[in-house]
């Protein structure tokens, strides 16, 4: 157990609908990254919030946004989905931005229909 | 796109047997990690090794890194059934980002 949390775990959607992920760090983590991880490949970055301020962006299309509250907890918002964000969105957390060890929640697994 | 290379892609052994697995990189490093992954859900920090550290322990597990030759190797030694996962290597950047191989996916046979 981590102490990061994501809802929901699984989720359904139509291509050109708009999905929001959820995400709450582990105490005391102020920095929270985002990754999107295809069937059988690795992690990809997306993006990293730093005390609720964006500072690291993956190659992603803008239509992939997000935020940091002032609690440190996170969304992911994809808008106008398509076939290929199909995928398993993991949240990540750590102490603080130049923290090496990231801390992992379970995920959400995103089907796109 | 993916800086780290892990291999083999796939790797079964018998269970007490010792598993090696291996990640290149393509660019200069931080440091490197390992992660495993069970089953498709969350990844779990195993080790991080510095750029300027040559090998490192924890329990069971070993891991080289060889800068020359833009390399890394993690060996778990007395396999067990638990040990059944994805392992990932991932180098973090000068701009303190993670760049994520594809993985090796270990199978221990009971």
């Known amino acids: 157990e981590t102490g990061v949390t994501q809802s929901p775990t699984h989720l359904i959607k139509t291509r050109g609908q708009q999905v929001t992920l959820r995400c709450s760090s582990q105490?005391?983590?102020?920095?929270v990254s985002w990754y999107q991880q295809a069937l059988g490949q690795g992690p990809q970055f997306i993006f990293q919030?730093?005390?609720?301020?964006?500072?690291g962006r993956g190659n992603f299309p803008p239509r992939f946004s997000g935020l940091q509250f002032p609690n440190y907890s996170s969304e992911l918002n994809v808008n106008a989905l398509e076939l290929d964000d199909s995928a398993l969105y993991l949240c990540?957390?750590?102490?603080?931005?130049?923290?090496?060890?990231?801390?992992f929640g379970s995920g959400t697994q995103l089907s796109v229909l | 796109s993916q800086q780290g290379e892990e291999d083999p892609q796939a790797l079964s052994i018998q269970e007490g047997e010792n598993a090696t697995m291996n990640c290149s990189y393509k660019?200069?490093?931080?440091?490197l990690q390992w992660y495993r992954q069970n089953s498709g859900r969350g990844l779990v920090h195993l080790i991080l090794?510095?750029?300027n550290e040559r090998e490192k322990h924890s329990g069971r597990l070993r891991v080289t890194l060889d800068t020359s030759k833009k390399s890394s190797s993690l060996l778990i030694t007395a396999s067990r059934a638990a040990d059944t996962a994805s392992y990932f290597c991932a180098t973090e950047d000068s701009n303190y980002q993670l760049i994520w191989g594809a993985g090796t996916k270990l199978i221990i046979k009971p």
């Open positions: 105490s005391g983590h102020n920095t």
């Open positions: 990540a957390s750590s102490p603080g931005q130049e923290d090496e060890k990231l801390f």
């Open positions: 919030y730093y005390r609720e301020e964006e500072n």
């Open positions: 090794i510095r750029s």
């Open positions: 660019t200069s490093i931080n440091n």
